[in-house]
């Protein structure tokens, strides 16, 4: 048939993979279906069957030590932020937080059971890992950019991440 061209062929690689990926970014700049998507992957009753809630107690985290840090947040200008980056976090953060949570939501637990520790640990493994790609001097395939510098993107802030809550369960006990 002459006109059996598929939109791949019709378009090019290059050209069907820009276009997919506009198609998605449209997707997400309309608005991220944030509770449908914990309700499809049924994110609340993992963090109930995994008892993220009573860990968090048990560490010194409850309700009213986090109504007691509202005004320090509030000083600080996060909830300012926050307010002001709605979309952003919508579209940007969400989709990445509740899609990647029925995979973290069982590490997290497992860390919160074990303590600050284990997110000091989770902290130094992530510098460390960062530290070792820029040492080795590996490079990103088909990029030539460094591996350190490409992953420290990603590597870096989950590093101060998990050292900042490390350090506030850490105070919460005292």
Do not use: H
């Not at 970014?25 to 914990?38: D, E, N």
């Not at 990445?96 to 973290?104: D, F, T």
């Amino acid at each position: 048939m002459p006109f059996d061209v598929t939109l791949t062929e019709f378009l090019g690689r290059q050209n069907f993979f820009v276009l997919t990926l506009w198609t998605l970014c449209f997707r997400l700049i309309l608005q991220y279906p944030v509770l449908s998507r914990v309700r499809e992957l049924g994110l609340l009753e993992k963090t109930a069957e995994l008892g993220v809630l009573s860990k968090l107690e048990k560490q010194g985290l409850t309700l009213e030590k986090a109504e007691e840090l509202l005004p320090l947040l509030e000083e600080l200008g996060l909830l300012s932020l926050v307010a002001n980056n709605q979309q952003l976090l919508i579209n940007g953060v969400a989709p990445v937080a509740i899609e990647g949570a029925p995979i973290l939501l069982p590490v997290v637990a497992g860390a919160l059971e074990v303590g600050p520790a284990a997110f000091y640990l989770a902290a130094a493994t992530f510098a460390g890992l960062d530290a070792y790609l820029f040492a080795s001097g590996a490079e990103v395939p088909f990029l030539g950019l460094s591996a350190g510098a490409v992953a420290g993107l990603l590597l870096i802030p989950l590093s101060l991440v998990s050292a900042v809550v490390g350090g506030a369960l850490g105070n919460l006990k005292k």
